[in-house]
């Protein structure tokens, strides 16, 4: 099982520091090697959420996520889109980008950092969005109770998570960005930048997750009479297949995922730049990592992984959240690639652990039960 879901992920990084060995040495063999691992540590949360959508969508668009969509998280968010960051803010064309890429790595590095604050504005709406829709949702599994009841019944509130998220990209873009341009941060004063790329994530969240969700929405008859053919095949003896998001509801979820994975990306691109400039180790590096992201989604799907722990989600998009604090935070401040993915994992490891013990009440709970039937039964 576990070879045949992290298969191509194995081969992708034998060919990956194969490659960096042949293009610089064991010293870019190094680099890349940290680069994956790098990636691995920031994008776990992305796989835990992916799976929650994936595994509502049926087999062909499952292929579809991991065949083109492996090619647009790899060469598009991994290699083309820090080209792309550099073609818009310096006003090149491509061309030009990706051979001030190859020839002149300074200035390159230099083009991405400016660019930095829309890009973080944009990815922290759109990873804040998803935050505030989960938590101010009502949930029968709560993980953290005492918070989440609370702001379960605030998200009664038509458009509360908008408003949030609107006042939130206010203040940022009136501190973040006009601070770091009045102390020397490294960046112009970016306060309009910041408005309109924020807006564009909230927008781009909102067409995106609107469209699957209004599509989903459209197959909600057609799945009620599959689940009545389901039930109907159980009490014959057969074996339920589940049911399965396909055509456009399905279509409308794999680009919220590809866009969730853009989103995700954004710090693992940002965060190579403190280890290499080089725009040839860098896609080698989070390729490799991208992989291991999707193998891992794949791998939470078919092992049932979020039914039996039932608190990872929850942990995952808290580390989303903070995630999406961290991205706006750091329109003036830098922060530490470090603490940015040991927060993802102390959320979603707490998550796993509180699971634990709750499977293992919930074990103890049905054996006291069960012993109490038999002492009657005896009886």
């Not at 680099?31 to 776990?44: H, K, R, T």
């Not at 589940?242 to 590809?258: Q, T």
């Not at 078919?302 to 604090?325: F, K, N």
Request: proline share 1%; with cysteine.
């Amino acid at each position: 099982m576990v070879l045949k879901t992290f298969g191509w992920s194995f081969a992708v990084t034998a060919l990956g520091l194969v490659a960096a060995v042949l293009f610089g040495g064991w010293t870019a063999f190094g680099i890349v090697a940290i680069l994956s691992i790098l990636e691995i540590s920031l994008s776990f949360d992305n796989a835990v959420v992916n799976a929650g959508i994936l595994k509502k969508m049926n087999a062909f668009w499952q292929k579809i996520f991991l065949t083109i969509g492996i090619l647009i998280a790899v060469f598009g968010m991994r290699l083309v889109f820090p080209v792309v960051i550099v073609a818009i803010s310096a006003q090149l064309g491509p061309i030009e980008a990706v051979d001030l890429a190859l020839s002149d790595k300074d200035r390159y590095q230099e083009l991405v950092t400016d660019a930095h604050p829309a890009i973080a504005a944009f990815g922290g709406m759109f990873l804040l969005m998803i935050f505030l829709d989960f938590i101010f949702e009502d949930r029968d599994i709560k993980w953290l109770a005492w918070l989440e009841r609370p702001l379960a019944k605030l998200g009664k509130v038509d458009m509360l998570s908008v408003c949030i998220a609107l006042v939130i990209l206010l203040i940022s873009a009136m501190t973040f960005a006009t601070n770091a341009h009045q102390h020397g941060g490294g960046h112009a004063d970016k306060t309009e930048t910041v408005l309109l790329s924020g807006i564009a994530g909230l927008i781009t969240y909102m067409i995106v997750g609107g469209l699957s969700g209004y599509f989903e929405d459209k197959l909600e008859e057609e799945e009620e009479r599959e689940h009545e053919e389901e039930e109907k095949a159980e009490r014959a003896g057969k074996p339920r297949t589940g049911v399965a998001l396909a055509g456009k509801a399905a279509f409308f979820m794999f680009l919220y995922l590809e866009v969730l994975d853009a989103s995700f990306s954004f710090d693992g691109v940002i965060g190579a730049f403190a280890i290499t400039n080089d725009i040839v180790l860098m896609a080698l590096g989070l390729g490799i990592g991208a992989m291991y992201v999707r193998s891992l989604t794949v791998y939470l799907v078919r092992q049932g992984t979020l039914d039996d722990y039932v608190y990872l989600e929850h942990g995952a998009h808290y580390a989303i959240g903070a995630l999406a604090l961290i991205l706006l935070v750091t329109i003036q401040y830098q922060i530490h690639e470090l603490i940015t993915g040991l927060i993802g994992v102390v959320l979603i490891g707490a998550s796993f652990w509180s699971s634990v013990r709750r499977n293992k009440a919930l074990a103890a709970a049905e054996g006291n039960a069960g012993d109490k039937t038999e002492v009657s039964s005896g009886v």
